[in-house]
């Protein structure tokens, strides 16, 4: 059964700290991965989507990695803002169809100004 | 473009009454919608996958005559939580899938909040 664990739960910086989000799956064997962010009491806003086939995405100040066979992704935001302040959602694509997602539980960031 | 709307986006509501949270793709058509059921600091859970003109598809657990889900047509899905109680409080939220030919992702509405007293 695949599981994505996400950590921290938590994290906090001063604003400009570069810093990393960690998402790491139990079974490599998944399609696309998926970085989402989530404000307080509202939907998801896609992030990144970075292929099976894929490295990496980059988009601004972020950038995610994938690596398949160790099960393991990051999220790397440069240079933080106060306005970054939210839950960032890792999700792993389990069909070819992007029908079905699996997803962790998060990582909570407050950055202060 | 992709954008996913719900409504309401919060609803308080009496123990025993039922509630309808509509979920609109408004600018693709949607092939397949999904319904997610998040807890405070808990995953997106998925409760079910509706296919426009067919019948639901419920995640194990996921009592199909409490939350009736409807998709009648290509932009629209309706969840109704019927005889609602206090632990069916939680935050919803659908997505849509354009299918076949479209973005090969899911695109998520902004929740909706329900409060069962």
């Not at chain 1, 509202?42 to 989507?49: A, E, H, I, N, R």
């Not at chain 2, 319904?35 to 419920?58: D, I």
């Not at chain 2, 609602?84 to 939680?90: L, N, V």
């Amino acid at each position: 059964k695949q599981e994505v664990t996400q950590i921290p739960a938590a994290l906090s910086v001063p604003e400009g700290e570069n810093l990393v989000l960690n998402c790491s799956f139990t079974d490599s064997a998944i399609y696309n991965l998926q970085w989402f962010r989530q404000d307080p009491g509202k939907g998801l806003t896609s992030l990144l989507l970075i292929q099976s086939s894929q490295r990496e995405q980059t988009s601004g100040r972020l950038n995610a990695s994938l690596d398949k066979s160790s099960g393991r992704s990051t999220l790397y935001i440069a240079a933080s803002q106060p306005g970054d302040s939210a839950t960032y959602l890792c999700a792993v694509v389990v069909n070819q169809a992007g029908t079905a997602l699996i997803f962790g539980k998060g990582t909570t960031l407050s950055v202060s100004s | 473009g992709a954008v996913v709307s719900q409504h309401p986006s919060w609803v308080i509501c009496k123990s025993g009454t039922s509630v309808k949270i509509e979920c609109r793709s408004l600018d693709f058509q949607a092939t397949t919608m999904f319904w997610y059921r998040q807890f405070p600091k808990q995953s997106l859970m998925l409760m079910a996958t509706s296919n426009e003109g067919s019948k639901a598809t419920y995640e194990q657990g996921v009592e199909k005559d409490k939350f009736l889900i409807n998709h009648a047509s290509l932009t629209l899905s309706t969840l109704t939580v019927t005889s609602a109680h206090p632990e069916d409080s939680s935050f919803y939220i659908c997505s849509a899938h354009p299918g076949a030919g479209g973005y090969n992702e899911q695109f998520f509405g902004p929740g909706t909040r329900l409060t069962v007293l």
